[in-house]
């Protein structure tokens, strides 16, 4: 009886609804949207879109020829035995230097820190990041929608995750001892926004910049001029 009751509630809400609208139309167009929504939030909680076969495989790659090989990277033997680099340096394994990760929302990226330098605040648009610290400390961040930060000193052997899309850095404040981090991403092509550059080395023009940080464009081309490529 309770359900009853409840559809002819349904039926009559809907058809005071249509009545008002005065037109099926709007009352269809109502639920397109509705289903549409629906669908989008679906997206928007997915990682990469999945795949319909086992792996993809690049145009210019024959299958009868495909074997290990395109499911292997050798990319980050350089480090082994390697002496630590002069400038902060990213090693990525993405779609791009690995194309069988194509399709299957992982890839990784290993970050070396020489004594006191950063990697500055970035976004990754595509995908959250897990980072494992296995050398050294480490002063990370993370900025939310409401600028409100969340920082930690992590240790050796401690692991940090920065949500998908929220600005972030890692600091390698002590002045002595490299670090050295290894972080996955859910996605084969997590993309990065760097803060900086996407600022100040993006050729928006110095007044719109100056009047977005209420400074003068004297202070925006010396910013600028810090980014730019040394000749
Ligand atoms: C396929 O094309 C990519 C990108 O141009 C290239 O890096 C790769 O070596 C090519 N693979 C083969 C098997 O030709
Ligand atoms: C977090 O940031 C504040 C302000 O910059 C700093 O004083 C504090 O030491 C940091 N905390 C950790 C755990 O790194
Ligand atoms: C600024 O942009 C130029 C051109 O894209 C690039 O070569 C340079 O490395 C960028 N600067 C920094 C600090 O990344």
Same mark, same amino acid.
């Given at each position: 009886?309770? /359900?009853?009751?409840?559809?002819?509630?349904?039926? !009559?809400?809907?058809?005071?609804?249509?009545?008002?609208?005065?037109?099926?139309?709007?009352?269809?167009?109502?639920?397109?949207? #509705?289903?549409?929504?629906?669908?989008?939030?679906?997206?928007? &909680?997915?990682?990469?879109?999945?795949?319909?076969?086992?792996?993809?495989?690049?145009? /210019?790659?024959?299958?009868?020829?495909?074997?290990?090989?395109?499911?292997?990277?050798?990319?980050?033997?350089? #480090?082994?035995?390697?002496?630590?680099?002069?400038?902060?340096?990213?090693?990525?394994?993405?779609?791009?230097?690995?194309?069988? #990760? !194509?399709?299957?929302?992982?890839?990784?990226?290993?970050?070396?820190?020489?004594?006191?330098?950063?990697?500055?605040?970035?976004?990754?648009?595509?995908?959250?990041?897990? #980072?494992?610290? *296995?050398?050294?400390?480490?002063?990370?961040? *993370?900025?939310?929608?409401?600028?409100?930060?969340?920082?930690?000193?992590?240790?050796?052997?401690?692991?940090?995750?920065?949500?998908?899309?929220?600005?972030?850095?890692?600091?390698?404040?002590?002045?002595?001892?490299?670090?050295?981090? &290894?972080?996955?991403?859910?996605?084969?092509?997590?993309?990065?926004?760097?803060?900086? !550059? /996407?600022?100040? !080395?993006?050729?928006?023009?110095?007044?719109?910049?100056?009047?977005?940080?209420?400074?003068? &464009?004297?202070?925006?081309?010396? &910013?600028?001029?810090?980014?730019?490529?040394?000749?």
């Amino acid at each position: 009886m309770g /359900n009853r009751y409840e559809s002819a509630e349904v039926t !009559n809400i809907l058809n005071t609804f249509k009545d008002t609208m005065a037109s099926r139309a709007f009352v269809h167009e109502f639920f397109v949207v #509705l289903v549409a929504s629906f669908a989008i939030v679906q997206m928007a &909680i997915a990682g990469d879109p999945d795949i319909t076969s086992d792996f993809l495989v690049p145009a /210019n790659v024959s299958l009868p020829q495909l074997d290990g090989d395109f499911f292997t990277f050798t990319g980050m033997r350089v #480090l082994v035995g390697s002496d630590p680099p002069p400038t902060f340096s990213v090693l990525k394994a993405s779609l791009v230097e690995f194309p069988a #990760l !194509n399709g299957q929302s992982v890839s990784y990226a290993v970050l070396q820190y020489p004594a006191g330098t950063v990697n500055p605040p970035h976004t990754h648009p595509r995908a959250a990041e897990l #980072l494992f610290l *296995i050398e050294g400390t480490l002063q990370v961040g *993370i900025i939310d929608t409401t600028n409100k930060l969340f920082n930690q000193t992590l240790q050796t052997g401690d692991l940090f995750v920065f949500p998908k899309g929220l600005v972030h850095f890692q600091y390698n404040a002590d002045g002595q001892k490299p670090a050295l981090a &290894i972080s996955a991403f859910g996605s084969a092509n997590a993309g990065t926004v760097s803060v900086p !550059n /996407n600022v100040f !080395n993006s050729s928006i023009e110095d007044n719109i910049l100056a009047k977005s940080f209420k400074t003068d &464009i004297n202070t925006i081309e010396h &910013i600028k001029s810090g980014l730019a490529p040394k000749p």
